[in-house]
């Protein structure tokens, strides 16, 4: 039997069959492609965060953030915190990560990496 279209689910990481074909004589089914579980994905420090998002951004939200004065990122606190939150494992157990940013929430961990992404965006020669 060859298995065409699977469907994960993220809580509770059961696969769902959506179709399902007979293999025609003499076809033998490719195997599965290896894969890896979410959190081997996520980044395990906060300079690994950090380096990740900025490289994300485009050249305008450098700039913004870059920008900004150190004491009010607290402003990209409340989008960011939760989509950092979301994307980097910190709600699913990457406790690596918080364990970097040495805090206990996933909202601290926020805004440490805000903080990271921050400085990594500042001019090198301090001007």
Known sequence: MLFVALEERRR????????????????????????RPPDALWPKTVDEAAGLLVTGLD???????RDTPKEQLFKFHLG???????????????????????VSHPDSCSGVIIERVWELLQPKDGG
């Open 80 to 102: 960011w915190a939760w989509a950092f939150a979301t994307a980097l494992g910190l709600w699913r157990g990457n406790t690596a990560l918080l364990a970097s940013c040495k």
């Open 12 to 35: 509770d990481q059961l696969v769902s069959l959506v179709k399902l074909y007979p293999c025609a004589e003499g076809e033998t089914p490719r195997p599965f492609p290896v894969s």
């Open 59 to 65: 050249e305008q939200s450098k700039a913004g953030v």
